[in-house]
């Protein structure tokens, strides 16, 4: 009997439990919460860029804001694990209520409560009473029809001396919170089939493995390729023009897994539009799809906002990039007292093993552009400015470490006078620091490579030093040919120190060999000497140019002074060489976006339920009329009450119109 006892009340217990925990779930704080969440999650996904490589991440917040980040599961918000339990009880919370209230709902569309009594009529904020000589069923007949002509539907119920009508009109108005609801049910379940909720548990579970090695897709391992039939999932691709491939790439966490499809696209051409800004206008892609199931290949033009639909498949035009544009190159060489030219023929994405005096490299060509569109320099008249081609490059040493580079094809012109550019950083979050090679009369960088060239030849050096040294002697005594060798080879050193580390390798010399209070004379005199044989040297190159006695005009001291500030930027160029772009044969490729996605259907059909819905609530009031007539004997008691669910100013003007009229009917009729 007491074990009997204490089943029963473990199971009352679990039964409140359970009662309570589906109360909760139902309520709509709840609701409201979830939605919330969703909403602030929707927007952190809108604002941050979804599903990039986590090493851009890594640039853009730093390694402690990406951890956090990461673990939170912000980079793929929709796919998160927390994202998608929200989605779910959000479900069931929705699901509870339209089961728990749905079939009250439907009853209250057709409950009249004609049987309600006059006090509570009365107790109404809309009443009027009227006392009348019409009978009862004048009365009854009269407003019955009255309700009908205007859209009401009416019930009637009869007391010996009593008829109450209870008009009702808008009763879809309970229909609204039904469709709202049934809505947001049908969108969650859409958003469910359409997450890549599966990928992301077989890849937990091992059945499927994110790649990170930058692999040919015949090399993938079979972890790492979804088959044809995978039902949802959200992909990309670039394809160049008039290449043709059956694959598309969808980028987790730190890699990717290749998702096959069962037809291939062809990319015939892609064309591009830009602004006067040099922002991309429109762009464009005709595409061909061969797909073993039709007769002929399906020939399409896509462009942004306007994607093809096929199969159950979605390809958007999302975006562009090189194709493998042929580059014709130059490479001058560095640090060597002559110069040493080679010509090389490289392909975006493709890379170079090069052999260079300072030991072996390699030459990773990664992109190129056509057009490089800038902000025009004040007083010009223009508003922007074209630079020409430039292509972007990589240069890794043996140990893996490497600088990235992008080199300008034409001269650009900075305060009037025109430079190739150069840009060099060590990493992507670093902004390109620029190396300015002056251009000579011929509009190359012929004479500041031969400049440079010479500046390394040791014995030519020497040969200058020592006759801008023999010009400072007054006689050929022993003391004056000493002083003579310490010029000469003061400006040898201070020329080798200037050509490995810049003016901040001679600064540090200073500072290190020279006692401070002789630092500032010592830096003047060092100057002096450096700029001499700077000068020295310059002007016998130019001697050499024309083979024979030269004066320098404005024009070359200009030059003389830019080619030695880009000198002394070379120690933190970082490589020995100069890349020059001759010619070179463009290729575009075309970014493309190819979705599967079931569960779109559903978030159609939600939305449409959706306004519907809040069409209803909103805009379709539930109103409810009644008329009370009682026989007094030698009068009929008339009261009039209603209620409305909304807009109830609108209804005040409304009822304050019905009662006139009744006002008008009444007094008639007595």
Known sequence: M???????????????????????????????????????????GTLLQQNQPYQDYIIKFGPFWHEIYKSLGLYDVYASA????????????????????????????????EDIHERNLLGM???????????????????????????????TMEGKYQVTIAAMKGHANRIGYLLTHFAIIIICVGG????????????????????????????????????????????????????????????????????????????????????????????????????PERPEPLQKTISVNHPLQYRGYSIYQASFAD????????????????????????????????????????LELEDFRRFNIFPAEEGTGRKFVNFGPSFQYKIRQTDGTAREYVNYMLPVTVDDRNYFLSGMRTSPNEEFRYLYIPVDENGSMGRFLRYYSLLNDDQKIRSIADRAAEATLENSSVEQQQFRSGISTAMTLLLKLYLDSGFSGISRYIREQIPAEDQQSVTEAYLKILRTVLEKTYVSLLEQETEG????????????????????????????????LESFNHKQATGLQITRTPGKQFVYLGFLLLIGGVFLLFYVPHQRLWIMLRD???????????????????????????????????????
């Open 323 to 362: 194709g493998g544009t042929t580059l014709d190159l130059k490479l001058h060489g560095l640090h060597h007292s002559r110069p040493a030219t080679i010509n090389i023929t490289g392909t975006i994405n493709e890379f170079k093993e090069l052999d260079t005096p300072e030991g072996h490299v390699r």
């Open 192 to 291: 469910l089939l359409d997450g890549n909720l599966p990928l992301k548990i077989r890849t937990l579970t091992g059945d499927a493995r994110i790649e990170t090695a930058n692999r040919p897709v015949s090399k993938l391992p079979e972890a790492s390729v979804l088959p044809e039939d995978n039902r949802s999932f959200r992909a990309s691709v670039s394809i160049a023009e008039g290449a043709t491939v059956n694959y598309a790439f969808i980028n987790i966490a730190n890699g990717y897994i290749l998702q096959k499809l069962p037809f291939a696209i062809e990319v015939v051409d892609f064309r591009i539009e830009h602004y006067d800004s040099g922002q991309p206008k429109s762009f464009e892609s005709d595409l061909v799809i061969h797909d």
């Open 549 to 580: 006695p030269v004066i320098m005009d404005e024009e070359d001291r200009l030059f003389l002074e830019e080619a030695v500030d880009a000198i002394g930027s070379l120690p933190q160029y970082g490589a020995n060489f100069v890349l020059e």
């Open 2 to 44: 007491s074990n009997d006892s204490t089943a029963n009340r473990h199971h009352g217990t679990n039964n409140k439990l359970t009662a309570v925990l589906l109360r909760f779930a139902g309520t709509m704080n709840l609701a409201i919460m979830l939605l919330i969440v969703i909403a602030i999650a929707s927007v952190i």
């Open 82 to 113: 927390w994202f998608v339990l929200i989605l779910t009880f959000l479900v069931v919370s929705t699901s509870i209520c339209v089961i728990r209230n749905g079939p009250e709902i439907l009853r209250s569309m057709n409950r009249f409560r």
């Open 632 to 670: 007094e004997g030698q009068s009929t008691r008339v009261v009039l009450a209603g209620s409305r669910t909304r807009h109830r100013h609108e209804f005040n003007r409304e009822f304050q119109r019905l009662t006139g009229e009744f006002d008008r009917v009444l007094k008639q009729g007595s």
């Open 125 to 155: 904020r809309h009443h009027k009473t009227w006392d009348s000589t019409w009978s009862v069923p004048e009365l009854r007949s009269a407003f019955s029809d009255y309700f009908r002509n205007t859209g009401y539907r009416t019930r």
